[in-house]
């Protein structure tokens, strides 16, 4: 009954993620091609909090109900429209990241410091993030490389890197008062 619990407990857990994500899409400013919205910092608290597996099906079923047309996304958009167009890069790859995230962190947790959270959110949070909706912008989008970089990334980045420190500073917080990642649940 213990392992039941336990994955129900991490499956509202995913679902609460899911939610914080779409809150923090109703927060945008719009920047085209790409909004400014706090989801980022909620797909790095994502992976952090949860682990990997967690922390990217709570991703995915957000990109699910954007797909069936819920407004979970950037200003209240949803849609298939919305998983093809210029930000799709971005939002595509925030599971990864968060499986990515969640898979350093676990790694990490008995020994989880600032920094080197700091340091996985803002390469795995950030860099491939950017990198992905960077060229998605190129390739999907069809602006030139460096349009992409100084209109759907350069811009974001003193932003990108206050997100890494406030997520840093809440999962670390959590994992000190609530560790949600365990040898037991990891993975």
Known sequence: MKGKTASIRLMLFAAMF???????????????????TLQTLVVMLAGSVLGARWGATSIAVLILLAAFGVPVLSGGSGGLAILVG?????????????????????????RLHFWRLALVHFIWGTALINLVGMS??????????R????TGVLPFIPGDIIKVLIASSIALSLY???PIIDKKHAG
């Open 136 to 145: 998605w912008l190129v390739l999907g989008a069809g602006l030139d490389w």
């Open 86 to 110: 210029p930000t799709a890069g971005y939002i595509w790859s925030w599971p990864l990241a968060a499986f990515l995230i969640g898979w350093w962190t676990e790694r990490m947790a008995p």
């Open 147 to 150: 349009v992409a970089l100084a």
């Open 18 to 36: 899911a939610a914080l994500t779409a809150v923090a899409g109703q927060i945008a400013i719009p920047l085209p091609p790409v909004p400014i």
């Open 176 to 178: 000190r008062a609530y």
